[in-house]
């Protein structure tokens, strides 16, 4: 069994990581470096209005104030702010009309991914909404969407058609000096999505990102805007590649959503950035910050996240129950594997009364990798009768890596309840021995035990997310456990 | 701003009175250990006081306390009470062997008993039991990241050291008594060390309590050496008055087989700090770390447990409860380190809070951090009130809201209780805490010691309200 452990272990580390191809398309980059002239490229590059071109120069000289935050349980080498290209675009040759229109190596690209835009389009109903870098390429079903007054594009488009609604919640939730990956995306974001779904509409279909950072020494910058007006419901989802490469790519986004009376956002995520090879070497650093308010009563912000990727992750996402009755809920399975450092987790603020907010989260660790949960669970005076549960437990997989808690617990009136349970443990060799004796081989009892150990989590994945997900943690797992 | 100056005034005021007073304070003093004081004197002088913008500070403010016109006594101040009557330990039945001490300043008579044990002045000890000392002191204790300890290192004057040769049991209790009682304002540093030898065990019982109403601020500092298979139950008892403070930092070693079991309750005091560092050190060791606080008024309670699991075996359990009223606030913070290769640990953590108004804050922080896969580590922590159907149901069967109340609130604090080995001690404590949740006491009488009768000079503050 040793043996058999040694091999499944070997392949593990063998398997390569199977998004890394780099297509090879004309870009539309910004010198290196970061400068108010850089941002007055980048805005002038999307035909910003003078508001926004403010809002980014204020952001960056705040940024330039603030110094960067050691508190994570994470090490990297230093970052060069100034060896990063902050703006790179896909060379566009005309405006693109249909799909047919889009450069033919895009699509191929897309295709490796596994999300053909014509099929997704035609079949799974998914409006898709694809980031090469830092400039969204074709949002499909926008049509269709608009029918029912909701608008999803890109940031920069929305900047163009609706401005006044961009203006009015850019930067409610993340505040451009909320901290310094913050202020460093307000100063000089390129594009993300954004999506407005109007008074009382249910949203027909699932929206969806795709994100894929591509040209090497490019940071990628998006920021994405989610408004879900009184009593609108939306599921989105969001999905990160990125190609092989030997250095550090800079992923530093913004997600903000605003959840209105009544009005219910679910954001699921499965994040495959490459995490670096299996020395250590390369990968991508992903610092974001999500965050969402539940502004109305009776509103609800749902968070699921599934993190194979990154050689550094980095992100809580979070939600400010502001209103009275709303909910806020977290999922997440995180996966480190080689030398790969997760520290993620979430923040619940109760603000309103009657609050309630669910954390569940799984870490799992092999390798030499580190993987750490940390979060907040907050009630103030005025959130009288909130409620919270958390759970975080840890998968030990090898002797070599690390799991780590670090729950912060604040409770100021007497009325809330806060639970908080967490266990940290490895397979146990009588699990394995039962499932042995019963004729299932190591390799898929650890498939087996892991994927029920994630399910709490992968069950709140929409049906297209889950499968790939359930592909991700075998592809990332499998066997790696004794 | 303000914070920041006031904090380095007191800590400036201590500078200067270290460079002024190096020769009275070194004096004696062998050299590793002159060497040891000046380099924890560079080590405080570095940081100066931890202040709030420190992860393991965020929720514990000193710059209020700090904000007095201290002494720095370097020796014993004259005694206007009568010693007998003070340390006169007013739990029935309880046949102890007193240590008693007097703003850190051991009262007693240094004693070497027929059978070994060694009771002694710490400043005494250092002189007289040169190899004990040099082979323990400082090498437990923390004065790298612990400021206050290096603070204390610095500085500190006396406290007790207790030798326990090997296979030899302490039957009697041993009890250390602390009172701060000064006309004047005082910083002090008290110093203790504990040393258990192979196969040997003690019970140790340590009050903090202080009988004026004055402002004091007490740093302690207890080294605990247990070697092979010794046994130790500690008991901390905590009595302050509101406008003291009390930082107590206990470090414990233990060797293999050694069996530890501490318990921390603090029923009173301005501010609280309990540093508690367990290092388990040799195989198949095992700690208990338990807690019990009732706090109200302004009162900060703040306790942080680190249990360090650095070889294979061990097992540690930790379990906290508290109770907060009025504007009381608490802290939690435990911090579960597994080291690599320390496989097959146990370890188990455990913070429960009940608030019983909307003024008192708690902040809870059980935290784990794991390198090694073969463990098994859990840990929880909970917020809330106490249970209303368990009250509906108490209620159904003729029991009156408030009783129904107070049974739940001991029900809860009893697992701590319970769990206290001396029986007389236990009787003593569950008495207290019935009274104290039945609000029939004023924070003096809560004390274990006997200190209200007419003829000493004792005020304290009574809230009427609560008789």
Known sequence: MEKETNNILHELTQSEYKYGFYTDIAMDMAPKGLSEDTIRFISAKKNEPEWLLEYRLKAFRHWLTMVEPTWAHVHYPAIDYQDIIYYAAPKRKKELKSLDEVDPELLDTFKKLGISLEEQKRLSGVAVDAVIDSVSVKTTFSETLEKQGIIFCSFSEAVQKVPELVRQYLGTVVPPDDNYFAALNSAVFSDGSFCYIPKGVRCPVELSTYFRINAANTGQFERTLIIGDEGSYVSYMEGCTAPMRDENQLHAAIVEIIALKDAEVKYSTVQNWYPGNKKGEGGVYNFVTKRGICKGTHSKISWTQVETGSAITWKYPSVILMGDHSVGEFYSVAVTNHFQQADTGTKMIHLGKNTRSTIISKGISAGRSNNSYRGLVKMTKRAANSRNFSQCDSLLLGDRCGAHTFPYIKAENRSSIVEHEATTSKISDEQLYYCNQRGISTESAIGLIVNGYAREVLKKLPMEFAVEAQKLLSLSLEGSVG | ?467
């Open chain 2, 1 to 467: 701003m303000d914070e920041t100056n006031i904090q380095s005034n007191t800590a400036e005021k201590l500078q200067a009175f270290f460079k002024k007073n190096k020769g009275v304070l070194t004096s004696g003093d062998p050299p590793y250990l002159v060497q040891l004081r000046n380099q924890a004197f560079a080590q405080f002088n570095e940081r100066g006081f931890p202040h709030t913008r420190l992860e393991k500070w965020r929720n514990t403010d000193l710059s209020r306390i700090l904000d007095h016109d201290f002494h720095f006594p370097l020796k014993p101040s004259p005694l206007d009470v009568d010693l007998d009557e003070v340390f006169r330990c007013e739990v029935p039945d309880f046949n102890t062997r007193l240590i008693p001490q007097m703003n850190g300043w051991f009262m007693g008579s240094g004693e070497k008993l027929p059978n070994g044990v060694i009771i002694s002045s710490m400043a005494e000890a250092i002189k007289k039991y040169p190899e004990l000392i040099e082979k323990h002191f400082g090498h437990y204790a923390d004065i790298k990241n612990e400021n206050l300890t290096a603070l204390n290192t610095a500085f500190f004057r006396d406290g007790v050291f207790i030798y326990v040769p090997d296979n030899i049991r302490m039957e009697q209790p041993v009890q250390m008594v602390d009172l701060v009682n000064s006309g004047r304002t005082i910083f002090i540093q008290v110093r203790n060390l504990i040393v258990l030898g192979k196969n040997s065990s003690m019970s140790l019982v340590q009050c903090d309590d202080s009988i004026d109403n004055n402002v004091g601020f007490n740093n302690t500092v207890t080294e605990v050496y247990m070697d092979e298979n010794s046994t130790l139950d500690h008991y901390k008892l905590q009595n302050k008055n509101n406008e003291s403070a009390l930082t107590n930092s206990t470090y414990f070693h233990l060797e293999k087989g050694a069996n530890l079991s501490t318990n921390a309750i603090s029923l009173n005091g301005g501010l609280i700090r309990n540093e508690t560092q367990v290092r388990l050190n040799g195989s198949n060791s095992h700690a208990d770390v338990l807690g019990l606080y009732l706090m109200d008024h302004e009162q900060h309670i703040d306790n942080q447990v680190f249990i360090d699991h650095a070889v294979p075996h061990c097992t540690s359990n930790e379990l906290f409860k508290g109770i907060l009223d009025d504007h009381a606030s608490g802290v939690f913070n435990g911090h579960i380190l597994v080291r690599p290769d320390a496989q097959q640990t146990n370890a188990y953590q455990n913070n429960k809070n009940i608030l019983i108004s909307d003024k008192a804050v708690i902040d809870t922080k059980p935290f784990l951090e794991i390198y090694a896969d073969d463990v098994k580590c859990s840990h929880g922590a909970t917020v809330g009130q106490l249970d209303e159907d368990a009250r509906f149901y108490l209620q159904s069967r003729g029991i009156g809201r408030d009783n129904a109340q107070m049974l739940l609130m001991y029900a809860f604090a009893a697992d701590i209780v319970d769990k206290i080995a001396i029986p007389q001690l236990r009787n003593r404590i569950d008495d207290l805490v019935k009274k104290r949740l039945r609000g029939e006491l004023s924070s003096c009488e809560q004390c274990v010691l006997h200190c209200n009768s007419k003829e000493q000079k004792v005020a304290f503050e009574i809230d009427m309200s609560r008789i």
